[in-house]
């Protein structure tokens, strides 16, 4: 045979038959060590933390953002003007009612009341003198020593001399007021907040007068707030109830950082921009925790749930169907079950529906759980591992 008859055998294809066998004969021996392997490993049970559903009456309540503000301001104007020659209190201090804060000058206020108090004295001399005269004229008239006509001429002046001793009176009264005015007190207890003016300085009065100091009313403080124009009915026939209790805390606050007090205002009327309703609420602050002007969160209590089922707020999950908590049952099993969510107290949340109180619930170790597989109370694996299936 020669060298081309060789190179044609070796180029011939193999028959397909062949490569059916050659198929066959490795997925027969692949089948027979699966067979001889046996069934895959089961997962092993997931780590996790659990706790018990427990019952419980807790608050209904409305959550809602508000502000600190002071009871009383007031900015002090001047009632006279003229030129401060003292300032007796330090800015930001606390003042009681009645304590000195400014001294106008006095001097030109207490000449006007010496000014006053003489004319006053002239007045009631010659006021004096026309009752004596019209006394004689009285006497003299019956004995028909003098006319009517004298005798009514007397009886005008005392009554012209009486209103001239009453005009100087007032005009004493104006001068002793204006030289009570030159000294300026605080209205009632607070805050004073930063000077206006310095020693030396013209004041004026008036509405638009200068301002010298504001000063506010710290204790108690007032909480203001609104809610929503559809919550003021609930609001208002919790109110026919009781009388409404008001949580305030501080943003940095938890919750359990409160203080209470009482609802104390509603407005007579809907925001019409806002559709909302303004409320008040007073508590006490003698510590001043709460500063004027400062946000606050405001929890407004409008009622009671009996027997509210609550789990650690750590429980529920969330997914695409909505909240979930995984339920551990008496075979060591986790069943996924959905929940309808009431409102947090506190660490813990109410649900409303899908758990009932005494069940057992995963508070950590929930990305390790699978639907229906195998659960074990220790310490949960951490995220990384149960990514990792660790």
Sequence with gaps: MNTRSMRGL?????????????????????????????????????????????????????????????????????????????????????????????????????????????????????????????ARAKILMRSEATTRQEYDSRKSAVAVDDAQVRASRAAVATAKLNLDYCTIRSPFGGRAGQRQVDLGNIVTPGGMGTALVVVQRLDPVYADFTIPEKELTGVQRAMTDARLKVQVRLPDERDEGGREGNLTFIDNAVQGGTGTVRLRATLQNGDHRFWPGRFVKVRLVIGRERNAVLVPASAPQVSAKGPFVYVVKKDSTAEMRPVRLGQPQGSLVAVAEGVTAGEQVITAGQLAVTPGGKVHLGAPTSNAQARSGQ
């Design 10 to 134: 070796r180029a011939r294809p193999a028959p397909r038959s062949l490569y059916l066998l050659t198929a066959l004969g490795l997925l027969a021996s692949g089948c027979a060590r699966g067979s001889a392997a046996g069934p895959a490993p089961e997962r092993p049970p997931a780590n996790v933390a659990v706790s018990t559903a427990v019952e419980r009456d807790v608050p209904v309540y409305l959550d809602e953002i508000g502000k600190a503000t002071a009871r009383e301001v007031v900015t002090v104007r001047p009632q006279v003007s003229g030129p401060i020659v003292g300032i007796h209190f330090a800015d930001g201090v606390d003042v009681k009612r009645g304590d000195l804060l400014f001294t106008i000058d006095t001097r030109p206020y207490r000449a006007q009341l010496d000014s006053a108090t003489a004319a006053l004295a002239q007045n009631e001399a010659a006021l004096q003198l026309a009752r004596t005269e019209l």
